[in-house]
């Protein structure tokens, strides 16, 4: 169980850096959809697993956060990368390719003895 | 980093909860705003639209829950809540608070106090590089001993050994500094070359000494103490001007030793042994200390077989002339404090049966407070509190206790150990490094937290294993529903009086041994006399310097004779009961004409038993004897025709004329001590005066022979002046100072009594002793606490009970033998244990006892009465407050 929720939340995290990085300072109602929107069907949990994520990754200091308003002229707290959280985004996701590419050349049939 | 961050940010968490959460409010509510706004511009009615986005959300109190747990740590939350319920708790009953903080304080100051003295002096590695390596090495000889070494065997020992960094030798003694306003005595240790080495040890200032420094006839110089040279060399680093006049020398002073370096025996010099001639005959003068340090990679174990091949092999060499007949090598620190190790040890040990006495009662009390709470627990764990939050609620009411009793405490044992130093014998070593310092303060710490642990589970499992329905229906059935904590109450008390029987015993002993020790007739008077403690420059050989000695002392005692009020005036080159006593030896007996001209027919003489004897021997005036009120019991004392060309004649104790001439009449018979003065002159006995405990109290007098100070006053430069006087001793001082001045300027005077020699003497057992009667008596205090408190918890339980026992019947007596038969019950109970523990540790008491046995019953006896006496005592309190149980109102009750 445990194990399973800590992949998630890692997993999670990489996304919401993503997200920032390519939309820009955003709420957690925008990030929600965003990745749920990127992830189809796969990732459809709730959407309140987010917050304690997002709340990880500000006391780690990977992101910030602010009151803003939003463009529907509605209060939000908006959430925006930090320099740390772009230096670590590149490194997860390099860490993530690489893993990936792993497993991928480890899971194509066939192809052991090549 | 990153990790470290996000907790310390958590920690904040923790205090800042409402911000955090109206923040959370917020952002929740706007996220939900939003979702139901796109939800409708989807199409949906308002309802369907705010009921899909609280199910993608996955619930606001839930989301909330998650983040909440994420932002502060939860254990410490609840640690902190189980705290401020417990303070709350504690608040509400003050009184119990109270006694249970005062208590545990009590019992945590009093260990802390002792283990700092423990840790101090037995512990705490000695300030010096790798002191395990250190190590003090004896002699020792056919019968067992550990004795000082010679200087031909230390030679020997040095050079052949394979295990050593370094190997030294070291005698201490007074040297009288002169050239000052006022000479002084100051103890003066001759160390050989490695000395420093060995220790391990450079100047503070100064150099140290140089293979120039370190040959016969080399200019004389000397180290100073740090203190000797603050208090008398004006803390002057100038040490080209920095001279002594000492022993016929004038010394250079060229270091100063780091503070609180004082080894050997608290010197305050240090003097290069090989300025003197070295003493290479002789392997049974055993005048030297030696100290040792091993190499590296080498164990004390190994060194010490080394160290004993080596005694055996010089035994099989020199047969006869030699007294080693093996070696004895052991720590340094343990060298230094193996004499008061078993006291100490002992105290530790009192001192933790007085705080399991004082643990014994505040347990006694959480569990009587336990008991009230049930109803409380009942309903806690009714709406679903677990069992382990209930525990660790428990466990965190201990901790509070004991962290205000361990406060209290150690803030107690700050002035304790202080008073502890004041009261502590001057023999204690090491006493300088004992102080509330770390390692003393984590053991208060670890002793809070096994006690918080301890009281705590004791506590939590009892209170927390019984049935909850049981429990609410208590109400019901008040009165059966506290049997079980009465019995567990009186097992703890049980347990309680025997330790406390335990140190009552101890107390008793060492009590008794004092009472022994001060019993003994010491085969001397001590009052109404006072010392004058003098110290000479040494005396050589020569007649002329003899003869001058002996005018001076002469003088002396006539001038001192004529102040008034001033009775009698003796004197003695050592005083009994004073630390070192005198020299002692084998001496000759031998008729006129049989004293041999060689060397080597000495040596021969003294191996045939039927001509030799072995004594003590003292240099003495004849109103030695009358000042102290020695008696004559046959012949005479000294006379003054006993003049230095007149037959030279000794005195000697009963002690050796029983021992040595059991069946002969030893006046006449003449014997030879030349080895103790040098002078080979044959010495007639003219006298025998009664035996006197010239080394301690505890000790049989030893044989003694005493010649008089007119004929021998070789060994004279240390002498005691004793005079006899009814005055006010203040009143003898000054004038004795000025004559003493006058015969001669160089010597300087110490003066004390002879009634302060004598308790000094005794200051270690009654160090022990108040100790532990201290700690006897307030664990008698707080055992008859605890057996007052449970009783009085039993009958305030049964009140109801006994009610109805009254109503059908039962009478005041019934109802007194009712409750004072458990008490007494209890009592026997925790009697018998402390009978059979006493017997079981008063034997490690053993080295401590003075001619009373460690199982003597009349101790025993009187322990357990007075105990028993205390404890019924406090049970016959609650016990008439039973018997005075109205049935009418006890059967209202509740």
């Known amino acids: ?114 | 980093m990153r990790s470290l961050r996000a907790l310390l940010l958590r920690l904040g968490g923790v205090f800042r909860k409402t911000q955090y959460d109206a923040d959370l409010s917020s952002e929740l509510e706007s996220h939900l705003r939003m979702h139901i706004e796109e939800n409708l511009r989807a199409g949906m009615s308002l309802e369907e639209a705010r009921r899909q986005a609280l199910i993608k959300l996955g619930g606001v109190e839930q989301t909330k829950e998650m983040v909440r747990e994420r932002r502060g740590l939860p254990i410490l939350e609840i640690v902190l809540r189980d705290l401020r319920f417990g303070a709350r708790m504690l608040a509400k009953s003050a009184g119990f608070t109270l006694i249970a903080v005062f208590t545990l304080a009590l019992g945590i100051g009093a260990t802390t106090a002792i283990f700092s003295v423990v840790y101090g002096v037995l512990l705490r590695p000695l300030p010096y590089p790798k002191p395990d390596q250190i190590f003090q090495l004896w002699e020792v000889n056919a019968k067992g001993n550990r004795v000082n070494f010679t200087e031909p065997n230390f030679s020997d020992m040095r050079s052949t050994s394979r295990s050593l960094e370094g190997l030294a030798e070291c005698d201490a003694g007074p040297f009288t500094i002169t050239g000052g306003s006022e000479p002084t005595r100051t103890l003066a240790a001759e160390v050989s070359r490695d000395f420093f080495k060995v220790m391990g040890v450079s100047p503070l200032f100064g150099r140290g000494f140089n293979a120039e420094d370190q040959r016969e006839g080399a200019a004389p110089v000397l180290l100073v103490s740090h203190s000797y040279w603050q208090q008398y060399l004006g803390g002057s680093k100038d040490f080209s001007k920095l001279k002594l006049a000492a022993d016929h020398k004038v010394f250079s002073v060229v270091g100063v030793m780091p503070q609180g370096f004082r080894l050997p025996d608290n010197a305050d010099f240090w003097v290069p042994r090989e300025i003197y001639p070295p003493n290479n005959e002789s392997r049974t003068a055993h005048n030297w200390h030696v100290f040792g340090r091993v190499r590296d990679g080498v164990t004390l174990a190994q060194a010490r077989a080394e160290f004993t091949t080596i005694a055996h092999r010089l035994k099989q060499q020199y047969g006869q002339d030699i007294d080693m007949t093996d070696a004895a090598a052991e720590r340094l620190q343990d060298a230094m404090t193996g004499q008061v190790r078993s006291a100490l040890v002992l105290l530790l040990g009192a001192v933790s049966f007085l705080l399991l006495v004082a643990c014994a009662n505040v347990a006694n009390l959480l569990l009587a407070q336990a008991a009230r709470r049930e109803r409380e627990l009942a309903i806690r764990a009714a709406l679903g509190a677990d069992r382990r939050r209930l525990v660790w609620q428990f466990l965190m009411e201990a901790a509070l206790l004991c962290g205000m009793g361990g406060m209290i405490g150690v803030f107690a044992a700050h002035w304790g150990v202080d008073a502890l130093v004041g009261l502590a014998p001057k023999e204690l070593p090491r006493l300088d490094s004992v102080s509330l310092n770390l390692p003393v303060l984590l053991f208060a710490l670890g002793l809070c937290i096994l006690l918080a642990a301890g009281l705590g589970i004791l506590t939590a499992v009892r209170a927390t294993s019984g049935d909850v329905r049981e429990a609410l229906a208590e109400g019901v059935k008040q009165q059966a529903g506290g049997l079980r904590e009465q019995r567990i109450g009186r097992t703890i008390v049980a347990g309680q009086l025997a330790i406390t029987l335990v140190l009552l015993v101890g107390a008793g002993l060492l009590g008794r041994s004092l009472m022994r020790v001060l019993s003994v007739d010491p085969g001397f008077r001590t009052e109404h006399v006072v010392t004058m403690d003098l110290s000479f420059a040494s005396l050589g050989d020569k007649d002329a310097e003899k003869t001058l000695q002996v005018k001076k002392l002469n003088d002396l005692f006539a001038r001192l004779r004529a102040i008034p009020g001033v009775e009698a005036v003796g004197g003695a080159n050592a005083l009994p009961l004073a630390s070192d006593f005198m020299a002692n030896g084998t001496f000759l007996v031998l008729n006129p004409g049989q004293i041999p001209t060689r060397m080597e027919d000495f040596e021969r003489l003294m191996h045939d038993p039927s001509i030799t004897g072995y004594a003590d021997y003292c240099v003495a005036s004849e109103d030695y004897f009358r000042v102290l009120a020695i008696p004559l019991l046959r012949g005479r004392l000294f006379e003054d025709r006993d003049v230095m060309d007149a037959p030279h004649v000794a005195v000697i104790n009963n002690a050796l004329a029983r021992t040595r001439w059991p069946n002969e009449d030893p006046l006449g018979k003449t014997i030879e001590f030349g080895n103790m003065d040098g002078d080979l002159r044959l010495l007639t006995i003219v006298g025998v005066v009664g035996d006197a405990r010239n080394s301690s109290l505890e000790t049989l007098p030893s044989p003694t022979v005493y010649v008089n100070y007119r004929q021998r006053p070789q060994s004279t430069d240390r002498f005691a002046v004793v005079i006899r006087t009814a005055l006010p001793p203040s009143s003898v001082v000054s004038a004795s100072r000025e004559i003493v001045r006058e015969i001669d300027p160089d010597v300087p005077a110490r003066f004390g009594t002879f009634a302060q020699v004598f308790s000094s003497s005794l200051s270690a057992r009654q160090f022990n002793l108040t100790l532990l009667v201290a700690f006897a008596a307030t664990a008698l205090l707080l055992a008859v606490a605890g057996i007052y408190g449970v009783m009085a918890y039993t009958v305030a339980r049964r009140t109801r009970e006994i009610g109805v026992r009254m109503a059908l019947g039962a009478a005041a007596s019934d109802v007194l033998r009712l409750i004072l038969g458990q008490g007494l019950w209890t009592t026997v109970i925790g009697m018998a244990i402390g009978v059979a523990g006493s017997f079981a540790l008063s034997r490690t008491m053993h080295s401590l006892l003075f001619e009373v046995s460690a199982a003597d019953p009349i101790t025993l006896v009187w322990s357990a009465l007075l105990l028993a006496t205390v404890s019924l005592l406090a049970c016959w309190i609650p016990a008439r407050r039973a018997m005075r149980v109205d049935p009418m109102v006890a059967l209202r009750y509740e």
Do not use: C
């Open chain 1, 1 to 114: 169980m445990g194990d399973k929720k800590d992949v998630w939340q890692g997993t999670l995290a990489l996304m919401v850096l993503k997200t920032l990085q390519a939309l820009g300072p955003l709420h957690g109602y925008g990030i929600a959809r965003r990745i749920e929107q990127t992830s189809g069907d796969l990732l459809a949990v709730n959407y309140g697993t987010l917050y304690p994520a997002l709340l990880k990754l500000e006391q780690e200091g990977y992101i910030s956060s602010e009151w803003g308003t939003s463009d529907t002229n509605r209060k939000a707290k908006y959430y925006k990368l930090t320099r740390a959280g772009r230096k670590q985004l590149e490194k997860e996701a390099r860490e993530w390719e690489q893993t990936t590419e792993i497993l991928a050349r480890f899971l194509a049939p066939g192809k052991e003895s090549a």
